[in-house]
């Protein structure tokens, strides 16, 4: 029994699957915080029937229950009956944003200028400068300690792989990007990093609701990156995304363009054997806690790689014992919903703590940016193995 | 299912003050208070009848006070239950109530319904892991049921108070037992062809002088929908499985897990032993996602939960597919069939129109073939409002009575969690009009 | 639509019927505990509750016993089945031949093997007993694993008689170990034996001696003999004829004017000459909630008058 009738166009059969058991409750960062329903994923979904059913008006509270999610999608992995709560958020929250354009105006302002490499690359730099001159508050902001004023340049090396740079990662955090095509190309691979062809992947811009918009930068990503070579990701939440152009566009062309793409330690997990074992690498020392990223762990499910890419590398991986529970970032989120961002990643620095790790790392920019806002340093794996790979 | 109530104003209170504070408006108002957990009960306690003010204790949320010497924890009430074993597993412990929600489910709400969960038949029910309970009635008044000593004053209060669905008072923190982790543990998975062998199996078990720490068996179904979500290598192809668990000291376990695996195979049943804890946590994920797995077979479900003599096994197994069955119900069996405590599942679409009433009334046949063999409405689960009116089938009007005076000791407005357990023949305003007749004399 | 079960049991009726609806009551077991709580006022009615199995299933590891059957006299027939029940009889310290189901279950103390077997409370799965105005009532439910309805069988456990007569019990059995011996123990530290002796149903310390009671699998028992100091298979004392209530981590802390002492390590019941000098205060409001559970289950207070829960 499949279709949609009802005000928030949910797919009727989706809603129907929650049976409201209550095991994706303990697994929200949002309920484990509040402790309302409300903020739960059933409670979501009990609220997002009775809208779509007529028997509720789409009040303010009901919007803020749809928006405080930070659409980690812990409820999925948990999820005994297979809900697919992601996509029945994401539709609601089109709609409420197309109803009553819920999306504040400085947020769909900051979007529209993340497809725009040029100026988000001169307005970084501008605010590394103001960094520089401690005009900025970066902490309290969740900026980076210190924003590039330049960058180094990626070159292509050949058309093996793809290695998509995105938005802000490129502008803020490109020293990782060198790193990661260091990596792959220790497996004796070569790279062509996408650059500004494909400047978006769109994924803040489908979490705000704001559909056309990421099916537009789904597109223009799609053409950029051409052939059928792998594209290879070092961000969990654009790598998420661009495995979900097959739904999101509901097209071919988008599947096939999907299943081209590999989060760059999923990648690797097969390539593995053909990095030089001679000499072998000196493994760094230290405890090193692994931060899944939620796009990793429950949208992607390639968590695992990122510890098998790792522990050659490595002296001693710990585990955090919060079961993967979201650090409270979610793109945009930790700027939109600042106080419950800052309890749910609470909880996160407790788990880190208590693991008595010496380095954190993280596969996301997002994730990383939110931990480092908290006094952490944290680094992406990728670092860690270019790092123990020039120390050869 | 029960639709006919919304909830008043509700409240997160994170301290015994705040509750008492709660009440103490209610009592000036003469609201009625409903508490609630993380929601996840299964007869409808803690849903909301009329408008009462709704206590939600999940912020309630910290463990107070861990005493390794005398194994105890002072919790509150919205301690999630695995929370507080998963905080306890570095000193060697663990809560033993192990409810199949256990990772969502409060403390508070195991105290309320007495709840148990597959390792009770070794280890017993909620009730023999609370020494005392911090409790706020509905005057306002803060008392503690029990103690920590061995033998507290009084009458056993603290024994009333567990699995009083809510009515008697709200619990603001909870001392519990802690029990060292066993030296060993192993689990069996035996498969069968025939659900008649299974229960046979579990009847042999028991009769040899063995106690597991758990016996549940799943049917067929249960097994397809449960083995899709966790793929731990659940035999499809059986009629039903056993998941049978010993724990104790190495050597004796040894033993107890070779005779488990002989009476299975002379029931002829196949016998796996989890090789390691990774395949063990996997087998027992998916016993306990169970009821959100059957997701998978239909939108909606409803269970029962009865509690059968252990011999009777089969001819209610029998009796309940047949029921279900004939109302044209998709059933689905999975249960702790240690101690005989039956979950029979109905899954079916609830757009169907009359699907409601058959499901309805399959439950009332199935409760009555449950009583009519000696046995019990509610093993674990609790009456709620579900079960309320059934009450009847089990007690006689003395029996309610009886149930009803202990009710008003604690809450002589019967202003907590109204219209939950006792019929409504047997309501407060029932008794308080008995109690008000007193002086006329009838009540000699 | 069906009934509840028609209580038909011709003795538990009469018992009922002795009993009736007015004057005051006290019913006698075997007269072990009398002293507890207070002796009954002597012109009350003396009545003394049925006898006999009513019906034992040992594939169900349960018993319905009437509640004037001696302990003994159960376990006796339940040890043809390899069976027993957590209840005391005359085999354990302090425990004695003569002592009544139903009268263990109205005084509600546990036997030493506490610590192992869990407090007697937790084997009462259903009790009738009779109410103030002459009812016969069910609490509790057949099944080894019940919760429909409130908990009426924990309040009556302990209640000495005071909110109603037990006349019958269904009680859990459990099979009796496969061994089962004291181990004495001369030189040891109490908490170290708890800590050690993982088959150990009861710990027992007289302030040098420690007493372990170790029941399981053979193969166990000697890992646990293996693992402790060395020891004799010697049975303790019988126990001084008061108890003193105290969390099980003071029980180190007893004062040096205790006397001879028997102490249930992990349990925190010490066994003394004398009356306990210092017992924990009472709340005023749990002492009134008491009073009021008595107040409408016996409003005229025929049940056992002059004995009450107050003065343990």
Redesign the interface.
């Given at each position: 029994?499949s279709g949609s009738l009802g005000l928030l166009g949910l797919d009727q059969a989706e809603l129907?699957?929650?049976?409201a058991?209550?095991?994706c409750?303990?697994h929200c960062p949002t309920y484990r915080v509040t402790?309302?329903?409300t903020h739960s994923p059933r409670g979501r979904i009990a609220l997002m029937q009775v809208v779509d059913e007529g028997i509720a008006p789409l009040s303010d509270e009901i919007v803020e229950a749809f928006d405080s999610c930070i659409q980690c999608r812990a409820c999925e992995t948990a999820?005994?009956?297979?809900?697919p709560f992601g996509h029945l958020l994401e539709v609601a929250k089109g709609v409420v944003e197309k109803t009553r354009g819920k999306a504040p105006w400085w947020l769909k302002l900051g979007l529209r200028a993340l497809p725009r490499p040029r100026l988000l690359r001169a307005g970084s730099s501008c605010l590394a400068v103001a960094q520089r001159l401690r005009l900025v508050p970066s902490q309290r902001l969740g900026l980076p300690q210190r924003l590039p004023v330049r960058r180094r340049a990626l070159r292509a090396t050949g058309d093996d792989v793809w290695l998509f740079t995105g938005c802000v990662m490129d502008a803020w955090q490109r020293d990782i990007h060198v790193a990661t095509q260091q990596v792959i190309e220790a497996t004796g691979t070569t790279v062509r990093p996408s650059g500004d062809a494909a400047p978006c992947c769109g994924a803040l811009h489908t979490h705000a609701g704001l559909g056309d918009d990421a099916r537009r930068l789904a597109a223009r990503a799609m053409s950029a990156l051409e052939g059928d070579n792998a594209i290879l990701v070092n961000s969990a939440g654009c790598g998420a995304a661009l495995k979900d152009y097959g739904r999101l566009l509901d097209s071919d062309e988008a599947r096939a363009f999907s299943a081209r793409v590999f989060d760059v330690h999923e990648w690797l997990v097969d390539h593995m054997d053909e990095i030089d074992a001679n000499p072998p690498a000196p493994a760094i020392a230290g405890r090193v806690a692994i931060q899944d990223p939620c796009h990793l762990r429950h949208v992607q499910g390639s968590h695992m790689a990122v510890r098998r890419v790792l522990e050659p590398f490595v002296s001693e991986i710990v585990e955090l014992?919060d079961e993967g529970m979201c650090c409270g970032a979610g793109g945009a989120y930790s700027l939109v919903h600042r106080q419950l961002a800052l309890d749910v990643r609470d909880r996160k620095t407790g788990a880190i703590s208590r693991s008595r790790a010496d380095v954190v790392v993280s596969a996301n920019p997002g994730c990383s940016m939110h931990l480092v806002a908290a006094g952490l340093t944290v680094r992406h794996p990728m670092e860690l193995v270019a790092e123990a790979l020039r120390a050869r | 299912m029960f639709s006919d109530g919304a909830a008043g104003p509700v409240c997160?209170p994170d301290s015994t003050e705040h509750v008492q504070a709660i009440m103490g408006v209610a009592a000036r108002f003469d609201r009625a208070v409903l508490a609630r957990g993380?929601?996840?009960g299964l007869s409808g306690g803690a849903a909301p009848l009329g408008d009462p003010i709704v206590v939600?204790t999940?912020?309630m949320?910290r463990v107070l006070e861990v005493?390794v010497?005398?194994r105890t924890a002072w919790v509150q009430p919205?301690v999630?239950n695995?929370?507080l074993t998963?905080q306890v597993t570095p000193l060697g412990l663990h809560f033993a109530p192990d409810p199949s929600?256990q990772?969502?489910c409060t403390i508070g709400g195991n105290v309320a319904?007495?709840s148990?969960g597959p390792h009770?038949l070794a280890y017993?029910?909620t009730?023999?892991h609370v020494l005392a309970v911090e409790v706020v009635?509905s005057t306002g008044?803060?008392?503690?049921?029990g103690?920590?000593?061995?033998?507290?004053?009084?009458?056993?209060?603290?024994?009333?108070f567990?699995?009083?669905e809510g009515?008697f008072g709200i619990a603001t923190k909870i001392a519990v037992r802690l029990t060292p982790n066993p030296?060993s543990v192993k689990t069996l998975l035996l498969a069968f062809d025939k659900v008649a062998d299974a229960a046979a199996t579990v009847?042999a078990v028991?009769?040899s002088?063995?106690?597991p720490a758990a016996v549940e068996m799943m049917d067929k179904r249960c097994v397809a929908?449960?083995e899709d979500?966790v793929h731990a290598g659940y035999p499809r192809e059986a009629a039903a499985v056993l998941l049978i668990e010993l724990d104790?000291?190495?050597?004796?376990v040894e033993?107890?897990t070779a005779k488990v695996a002989e009476i299975g195979r002379a029931n002829g049943g196949t016998v796996r032993v989890a090789a390691d804890e990774q395949e063990r946590a996997l087998l027992w994920k998916g016993r306990k996602?169970?009821?959100?797995?059957?997701?998978?077979v239909a939108?909606?479900?409803y269970l029962h939960d009865t509690?059968?003599?252990?011999?009777k096994l089969v001819e209610v197994l029998e009796a309940v597919y047949e029921i279900v069955d004939r109302h044209d119900l998709t059933a689905v069996n999975v249960f702790?069939a240690g101690?005989?405590?039956l979950h029979p599942l109905m899954a079916y679409?609830s757009?169907e129109p009359g699907v409601n009433e058959r499901v309805a009334a399959a439950g009332r046949e199935i409760l009555?073939v449950s009583?009519?063999v000696?046995?019990?409405?509610?093993?674990?689960?609790?009456?709620g409002v579900e079960?309320r009116d059934f009450?009847?089938?089990?007690?006689?009007r003395?029996?309610?009575e009886?149930?009803a005076?202990?009710?008003?000791?604690?809450d002589?407005h019967c202003r907590l969690n109204q219209g939950k357990?006792?019929p409504s023949a047997h309501s407060c305003a029932d008794i308080a009009s008995l109690s008000a007749s007193?002086a006329d004399g009838v009540?000699? | 639509?069906?009934?509840?079960p028609v209580i038909d049991d011709a003795a538990l009726l009469a018992f009922a019927a002795e009993i009736g609806?007015?004057g005051p009551v006290m019913v006698r077991g075997g007269g072990t505990r009398w002293h507890v709580g207070g002796a009954p006022h002597s012109d009350s009615r003396e009545v003394r509750a049925p006898t006999g199995i009513v019906e034992y299933?040992?594939?169900?590891?349960t018993v319905c016993v009437r509640a004037g059957t001696t302990v003994a006299e159960l376990h006796a027939v339940l040890a043809e089945h390899?069976q027993r029940t957590a209840l005391p009889d005359g085999s354990v310290p302090g425990g004695s031949p003569d002592s009544t189901v139903g009268g263990t279950i109205a005084v509600?103390?546990s036997p030493v093997t506490r610590l192992g077997d869990?407090?007697i409370?937790?084997a009462v799965l259903q009790l009738h007993y009779v109410?103030a105005?002459g009812?016969?009532?069910?609490?509790g439910?057949?099944?080894?694993?019940?919760?429909?309805?409130?908990?009426?069988c924990?309040?009556l456990?302990?209640?000495l008689g005071t909110?109603?007569c037990i006349g019958d019990a269904i009680l859990r059995t459990?099979?009796?170990p496969e061994h089962e011996q004291w181990a004495r123990l001369d030189d040891a530290e109490p908490e170290a034996v708890l800590n050690t002796a993982?088959?150990a149903t009861a710990v027992l310390w007289d302030g040098s001696v420690v007493w372990a009671r170790l029941c399981?699998?053979h193969?166990?028992v000697e890992?646990d003999l293996v693992r402790l100091p060395a020891s004799c298979e010697v049975p303790p004392p019988d126990l001084p004829p008061f108890?003193w209530?105290?969390?099980?981590?003071d029980l180190h802390r007893l004062p040096n004017e205790t006397g001879r002492f028997m102490a249930?390590i992990g349990?925190?019941?010490v066994h003394c000459e004398r009356p306990d000098p210092d017992?924990?205060p009472?709340?005023a409001?749990?002492?009134a909630?008491?009073r009021?559970?008595?107040d409408?289950?016996d409003?005229?207070r025929r049940f056992n008058p002059g004995r009450s829960?107050?003065r343990?």
């Open positions: 029994m129907d699957s929650c049976v058991c209550g095991l409750l303990p402790g309302a329903d999820c005994p009956g297979d809900v014992d | 997160f993380a929601g996840s939600s999940t912020r949320n005493d010497e005398d919205g999630i695995l929370d998963r929600s990772q969502v319904n007495n148990g009770c017993g029910v009730s023999a009635l008044e803060a008392v503690v049921l103690g920590l000593d061995a033998e507290p004053f009084g009458y056993d209060l603290r024994g009333a567990v699995g009083s009515m030296e009847g028991i009769a002088g063995l106690v929908a449960v979500f104790g000291l190495r050597r004796g033993a107890d996602s169970a009821f959100g797995a059957v997701a998978r939108p909606d479900y509690v059968v003599p252990r011999s702790h101690d005989g405590n679409d757009r009555e009583l009519a000696g046995g019990v409405l509610s093993g674990e689960h609790g009456i079960k009450m009847e089938y089990q007690f006689t003395a029996d309610l009886a149930q005076l202990l009710r008003r000791s604690f002589p357990v006792l007193k009540w000699g | 639509m069906i009934a509840p609806s007015t299933r040992p594939e169900e590891m390899g509600g103390r869990g407090h409370r937790d109410a105005d009812q016969l009532v069910t609490a439910g057949p099944t080894v694993k019940n919760v429909t309805g409130f908990d009426m924990r309040v456990v302990g209640s909110l109603g459990r099979p009796k993982k088959t399981g699998h193969v166990d890992d108890r209530s105290r969390r099980p981590k249930e349990v925190g019941v017992p924990l009472v709340p409001g749990v002492a909630l008491n009021r559970v008595r409408l289950f409003p005229d829960v107050e343990l």
